[in-house]
């Protein structure tokens, strides 16, 4: 039993480190560069893969250990040893397999690998993560200290959302007819407006407004709208929305922004106020039970991996105020559907969402 729990944690071990050399690999574009240089029949060397990325080329010294791209070599052989990618019997020479490639690069590239991307910002902030665990220390995190946040989180909502979000979330929801016809629509916590600008790219007789607490998403969601006419970002606290939003939108969207609000009960009170009679409000969240027990059992490594995102950011950033909530990315259906009723909505209905892995969606109206 213990010999087996020490192999686990040596497993543990050598996966966070893999991890961070995934998410190293997917910042330079090696995987790219290894795809394009290499095959099974004809694999690469080093020096390829880093002329066709870029990076540093192979070392001319006096040594001669030194005669290749020492970065690429060891980041090749990193990935190698862990089983991602391939090595010939020489040692010197790599291949990603044939079936893996579009899991590992482009517009397809599985959000499981996208993931990786978020340790990187966790490291940043390791030594301020130690600190708000103090008495004395801070009650959180502010977005700011986690520099390519929005960058990383849009990266993560196309990898998890972009192949299913119209085609097959939008008539799961049942909005597929009314944004064709042209609705007024608000996303909440918008970012840095991925989910936004493909919609309005979809449905050109449709409005979409997205808003944001912070101007640094607003500016990065404005410099991505392609020239679509249908689409306004706002930088504006949720939890207190224009005083002449009453009764004015058909439909609300919440894509992952809920659990990270200091006070998402006010924003949710403000969502109400905002959504037309015959509105809907569609929140999409992660999906937990709002049981640690319950999460182990039914969801396992998925549930470590999201509380442990939610203690490097969505917790730390939805606690920095003296009032805030901190609910966590792991609050669960339990608490969220609380809060939705707290808030007036009636009728509350959570469902899975089809493509959304690690999602669900809470479905309700005034
Ligand atoms: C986890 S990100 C999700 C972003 C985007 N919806 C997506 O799925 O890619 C949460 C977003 O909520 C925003 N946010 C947090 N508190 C907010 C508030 N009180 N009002 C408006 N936006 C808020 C953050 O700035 C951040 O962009």
């Given at each position: 039993?213990?010999?087996?729990?020490?192999?686990?944690?040596?497993?543990?071990?050598?996966?966070?480190?893999?991890?961070?050399?995934?998410?190293?690999?997917?910042?330079?574009?090696?995987?790219?560069?290894?795809?394009?240089?290499?095959?099974?029949?004809?694999?690469?060397?080093?020096?390829?893969?880093?002329?066709?990325?870029?990076?540093?080329?192979?070392?001319?010294?006096?040594?001669?250990?030194?005669?290749?791209?020492?970065y690429?070599?060891?980041?090749?052989?990193?990935?190698?040893?862990?089983?991602?990618?391939?090595?010939?019997?020489?040692?010197?020479?790599?291949?990603?397999?044939?079936?893996?490639?579009?899991?590992?690069?482009?517009p397809?590239?599985?959000?499981?690998f996208?993931?990786?991307s978020?340790?990187?910002?966790?490291?940043?902030?390791?030594?301020?993560?130690?600190?708000?665990?103090?008495?004395?220390?801070?009650?959180?995190?502010?977005?700011?200290?986690?520099?390519?946040?929005?960058?990383?989180?849009?990266?993560?909502?196309?990898?998890w959302?972009?192949?299913?979000?119209?085609?097959?979330?939008?008539?799961?929801?049942?909005?597929?007819?009314?944004?064709?016809?042209?609705?007024?629509?608000?996303?909440?916590?918008?970012?840095?407006?991925?989910?936004?600008?493909?919609?309005?790219?979809?449905?050109?007789?449709?409005?979409?407004?997205?808003?944001?607490?912070?101007?640094?998403a607003?500016?990065?969601?404005?410099?991505?709208?392609?020239?679509?006419?249908n689409?306004?970002?706002?930088?504006?606290?949720?939890?207190?929305?224009?005083?002449?939003?009453?009764?004015?939108?058909?439909?609300?969207?919440?894509?992952?922004?809920?659990?990270?609000?200091?006070?998402?009960?006010?924003?949710?009170?403000?969502?109400?106020?905002?959504?037309?009679?015959?509105?809907?409000?569609?929140?999409?969240?992660?999906?937990?039970?709002?049981?640690?027990?319950?999460?182990?059992?039914?969801?396992?490594?998925?549930?470590?991996?999201?509380?442990?995102a939610?203690?490097?950011?969505?917790l730390?950033?939805?606690?920095?105020?003296?009032?805030?909530?901190?609910?966590?990315?792991?609050?669960?259906?339990?608490?969220?559907?609380n809060?939705?009723?707290?808030a007036?909505?009636?009728?509350?209905?959570?469902?899975?969402?089809?493509?959304?892995?690690?999602?669900?969606v809470?479905?309700?109206?005034?």
């Amino acid at each position: 039993m213990v010999a087996e729990f020490l192999d686990q944690i040596k497993e543990i071990t050598a996966h966070g480190a893999l991890s961070m050399a995934i998410a190293l690999g997917i910042k330079l574009n090696l995987f790219e560069a290894l795809a394009e240089v290499s095959s099974e029949e004809n694999p690469a060397t080093p020096e390829q893969v880093a002329e066709i990325a870029s990076l540093k080329p192979r070392y001319e010294t006096q040594n001669v250990f030194d005669f290749f791209s020492r970065y690429v070599r060891e980041w090749l052989c990193a990935m190698a040893c862990g089983g991602i990618i391939e090595v010939d019997t020489t040692g010197e020479k790599f291949w990603i397999k044939k079936n893996r490639v579009e899991i590992m690069i482009g517009p397809s590239r599985n959000h499981a690998f996208t993931q990786t991307s978020m340790f990187p910002s966790y490291g940043k902030v390791f030594y301020d993560i130690v600190n708000v665990f103090q008495k004395d220390g801070p009650y959180g995190m502010d977005y700011s200290s986690y520099a390519d946040f929005y960058q990383v989180m849009s990266a993560l909502s196309q990898s998890w959302h972009k192949k299913t979000l119209v085609k097959d979330f939008i008539p799961m929801i049942g909005m597929k007819e009314r944004l064709q016809e042209g609705i007024l629509v608000l996303d909440v916590g918008c970012g840095n407006g991925f989910h936004v600008c493909e919609l309005a790219s979809h449905f050109p007789k449709s409005h979409f407004i997205g808003i944001d607490i912070t101007q640094k998403a607003v500016d990065e969601a404005n410099s991505r709208t392609n020239g679509h006419k249908n689409v306004e970002f706002i930088c504006m606290n949720a939890a207190d929305m224009s005083k002449e939003w009453t009764d004015k939108f058909d439909l609300v969207f919440i894509f992952d922004a809920c659990h990270d609000q200091c006070r998402p009960d006010l924003s949710v009170k403000e969502i109400h106020r905002v959504l037309k009679p015959t509105g809907l409000f569609a929140m999409v969240e992660i999906d937990g039970t709002s049981n640690c027990y319950k999460d182990k059992q039914e969801k396992g490594s998925t549930a470590a991996l999201f509380y442990t995102a939610s203690l490097f950011h969505c917790l730390p950033v939805g606690s920095n105020t003296s009032d805030a909530l901190g609910l966590g990315a792991m609050w669960g259906i339990e608490r969220g559907k609380n809060l939705l009723k707290d808030a007036g909505f009636t009728n509350v209905k959570v469902e899975k969402c089809p493509g959304f892995e690690v999602n669900c969606v809470y479905l309700s109206h005034k």
